[in-house]
């Protein structure tokens, strides 16, 4: 029993939205028959009028007589006296006018409505997961739709300009202003192909083709002439904006695959409003000319370049206005609000592409707006368009739905099928041959599951319904066909396409979007490739996407920064500014999540400045970077870089436990290794080492070893001296002392010194002891009084210390003899 209740426990969560629901879904009907009659208790009493002009007396005439009040303006007054026409009631401050509130009351309650059915939507998880949200809302849409019919009442329909002067603006402009401007900047190439020539492609290829099955079948289709057919197409191709974000955010696509379709369907507008405008001014013409094609040919440039034009014009302008409100931060988001608004109404005006205005004003205004305006200010920016672009595309799809029940729909089965194929294929061979080109220049190429996303991602939605809906029926009396077609596209790419998408992706193992949060040493790195890349464009002479960016840079951080950013933030390094935007966002997700005590003591000085801004210093000329920017670099740079490994010069127990007087220590041991160093030195070249005194028996032993390893000693002075046979030295057999004949060797004939050597002791070792050499002399080359030959090659052979020794090292190992 616990496993069952737990099971049922998602679906009993769901059921007070479905009862709340419900009671709306009933509400609406009966308010909105209501509010078509008069309440009975007030008949006689309409709503307040007041004339705009008073009769009855002339401009100069001050003694006019009293003007006559009808009783249509006669303000009310407590007259209780008998006759009094106005019926009395029975409680007189109470009472019912609906007519009064009615379209504030019932804007309100489809809000709501949307706002609950939203909450619903994520509040059950069984439906969230196979369902899409704009799908799930088009069915409330239609479900509000039928219960309004059948209570034999008119169901409201999405009338064009609300839908493009109210519900469209907030999606674009939220949209534009957080825009990933990196990615679609580095696929702007692909984008513009696949909004221009795709949508080109799309509209003239089902034009085309509806025309030829309009001509062959007959059944009333063949009145429906080319241009008609060549509108239908570019009303039906055109990919829409709100079906694409409300499906690809819930299938967390990779960023490439995301800014492209995306991409097209924000740039196809311009397409579309070209396409739209051109043939229905074709249509009123008795012949269409050369020159006619050529001038629609270059409405195209005039309508996308303008729109973004005015979109510049607005967003500089915002960004000069929001330098000034430093005093005033209360009205700083509304600046960037009406300035965005004012930017699409303006390019609507002189039929422009206003979806261009709006995304060119919010990528302007924002890097220049979020460097003047405060914390909070940011923050209604952000939270304030997304509640708004979020209301305004449920409020789209549920409009959608009833729209389909309330508008008169006229089905043909050979023309809406024929239109629906046509659309798919369409798609996929303008994908694959844009693609097929577009792979030839890219570095980075569109995989087959890349191109089948992009193709199954062409979604309708709102925007071909209401270009369908301004159709005039005088020159379009196959209107109402032309709508049910395009109803039925947007019920397939949105019921079809959008629940299968989620399928399909993960069937192919399509990369999905990796959640990371961008680090400091991202950020230095990336600037050091574009850095590298510009370099090597340079040095090659191709002036490609990094050489125009690195431009485009230049002159920002020139100009644009010191005009429309006040105080010293115009002239803060990159690098701060990226981190100040890091911090910042990093605490707003910790406010978000409640995480206020994981935060810090310790706060970075530039989050000290932000939230306490000093006063601002006197007009003076600083350096380019000054010595406190470049510490607070070194600091952040230091904390958030990866620590590479350390190799210290020896193991130390101090240096295991971190010491805040570590960098002095470490000068004091450096300076101390410098004078030991530059005492041995000078040992070395004024004295020799002193070494033990070895006995004579060691000295013979080390001698008959290896003579050469053997080193002088500094007191040699005053021992005494060995004589040594130089017939094998490296033989101790062979070492004979004076009276000592080796064995089995004849003994050289001595000469008379060593004669009168060994008259004077014939036993055992002979010491000399040596006498000090005269100045000048060498005591190993010069020979002496008693030195004879042999003794001086086997002495000099023993006394080489080797390959240029230093001066004073040492002396020869065996001195001349007395």
Known sequence: MPAAGSRGAPSLRGWPFLVTVAALLGLLPWLHSHGLQANPMLASEPPHRYPAVISGSEPGDVTAAPLDVSPEVRPRTNDSRPGHGKQRKAFPVLGIDYTHVRIPFEISLWILLACLMKLGFHVIPSVSSIVPESCLLIVVGLLVGGLIKGVGESPPILKSDIFFLFLLPPIILDAGYFLPLRQFTENLGTILIFAVVGTLWNAFFLGGLMYAVCQISGNGLSEIG?????????????????????VFEEIHINELLHILVFGESLLNDAVTVVLYHLFEEYANFEQVTVIDIILGFLSFFVVSLGGVFVGVIYGVIAAFTSRFTSHIRVIEPLFVFLYSYMAYLSAELFHLSGIMALIAAGVIMRPYVEANISHKSHTTIKYFLKMWSSVSETLIFIFLGVSTVAGQHYWNWTFVISTLIFCLIARV????????????????????????????????????????????????????????????????????????????VDLLAVKKKQETKRSINEEIHTQFLDHLLTG?????????????????NRFNKKYMKKCLIAGERSKEPQLIAFYHKMEMKQAIELVESGGLGKIPSAISTVSMQNINPKALPVERILPALSKDKEEEIRKILRNNLQKTRQRLRSYNRHTLVADPYEEAWNQMLLRRQKARQLEQKINNYLTVPAHKVDSPTMSRARIGSDPLAYEPKPDSENLPVITIDPASPQSPESVDLVNEVPKGMSRLPPSPEEEEDEDEDNEGLVMHVKEASSPGTDDVFTPGTGDSPNTQRIMRCLSDPGPRPEPGEGEPFIPKGQ
């Open 429 to 504: 061979l303008g994908v694959l041959g844009l693609t097929w080109f577009i792979n030839k220049f890219r570095i980075v190429k569109l995989t087959p599951k890349d191109q089948f996303i992009i193709a199954y991602g062409g979604l309708r939605g709102a925007i071909a319904f209401s270009l369908g809906y301004l159709l005039d029926y005088e020159h379009f009396g196959m209107r109402d066909m032309f709508l049910t077609a395009i109803i039925t596209v947007i019920f397939f790419t949105v019921f079809v396409q959008g629940m299968t998408i989620r399928p399909l």
């Open 226 to 246: 080319l241009l008609a057919n060549l509108l239908f197409g570019s009303i039906i191709s055109a990919v829409d904006p709100v079906a694409v974000l409300a």
């Open 536 to 552: 090597i464009e340079d040095i090659c002479g191709h002036y490609g996407h990094h050489h125009w960016k690195d431009k485009l």
